[in-house]
């Protein structure tokens, strides 16, 4: 039996603010050296897995989690993305990990760059700024 928790479409927003139907797969994280970080993964679900997203988690990225089934992003100007999920319980554990890589990231940017950074996760959105 299929694992249908993190089963996903991903969605672009295009030029008209509309969103565009990137195609249905299974998410997953995974450190990409080729990145240097851990990288929301989507293969393709019915066709031959191949990857339909590839995106490096970044403690400065405000993701937002709507609802019980959606997250969203920015990745760069004009280039915002979204996660719908098939069930709660995938969108839970992908947020999870979208949060422990962010506070990972923060704190050791913390340690090795003396700069004060804060992240706190919340329900719906990770808030980056920072300290005074």
């Known amino acids: 039996m299929t694992d249908t928790r993190r089963r996903v479409k991903v969605y672009t ?47 400065n990225t405000a993701y937002q989690k ?23 319980a995938g969108c839970d554990e992908i947020w999870e990990k979208i949060c422990q890589v962010s506070a990972l990231l923060s704190v050791f940017f913390l340690w090795s760059c003396d700069l004060c950074v804060f992240v706190l996760c919340q329900l719906s959105t990770v808030y980056v700024w920072p300290s005074p």
């Open 13 to 59: 927003l295009n030029e008209d603010r509309q969103w565009d139907d990137r195609g249905t797969g299974h998410v997953s994280s995974a450190y990409v050296e080729r990145l240097k970080g851990t990288s929301l993964l989507v293969r393709r679900a019915e066709s031959d897995g191949s990857l339909l997203l590839e995106s490096k988690i970044n403690p």
């Open 66 to 88: 709507q609802q019980d089934t959606l997250i969203v992003w920015s990745e760069a100007e004009n280039y915002d993305l979204a996660l719908s999920f098939q069930e709660k």
